[in-house]
């Protein structure tokens, strides 16, 4: 909380608010506090990260709230990154595996193959 207001305070208006929140994410993940830096990665992508930086950023979000253990909200943090115009973005390619991985563990066998067939298709 602390980091989050110094960022608010001291980059609020320098156009370096995404990077601050990337790099916030980027610690508190590095110190094993995933839900927040989650929060900080779905933070840059609301202050404006370009479309690129988006799926990145939104895939690291999902795969720190898979570590955390919220796989719904790993989903959807990995479906935001699947929606990306550019097909072949590694991240996005990442996200379809990831989800694909996680549908099959719940047992969600059409979502599986639905992400599967998107990463095949993708990889043609």
Not at 29 to 56: I, K, T
Not at 77 to 100: G, V
Request: hydrophobic share 40%; charged share 25%; aromatic share 8%.
């Amino acid at each position: 909380a602390v980091l989050e207001q110094f960022r608010e305070k001291q980059f609020t208006g320098t156009g370096r608010e995404i990077d601050v929140a990337r790099t916030l994410g980027e610690i508190h993940r590095e110190q094993g506090h995933l839900r927040e830096a989650a929060r900080q990665f779905q933070a840059a992508v609301e202050l404006g990260a370009s479309p690129d930086e988006a799926v990145e950023l939104n895939y690291l979000a999902g795969i720190c709230l898979k570590e955390a253990g919220d796989f719904e909200g790993a989903l959807g943090a990995y479906a935001m990154s699947i929606e990306s115009d550019d097909k072949t973005n590694s991240f996005r390619l990442s996200a379809l595996a990831q989800t694909a991985d996680l549908c099959e563990q719940d047992g969600n066998f059409d979502g599986a193959l639905a992400a599967y067939r998107d990463l095949g298709w993708a990889l043609k």
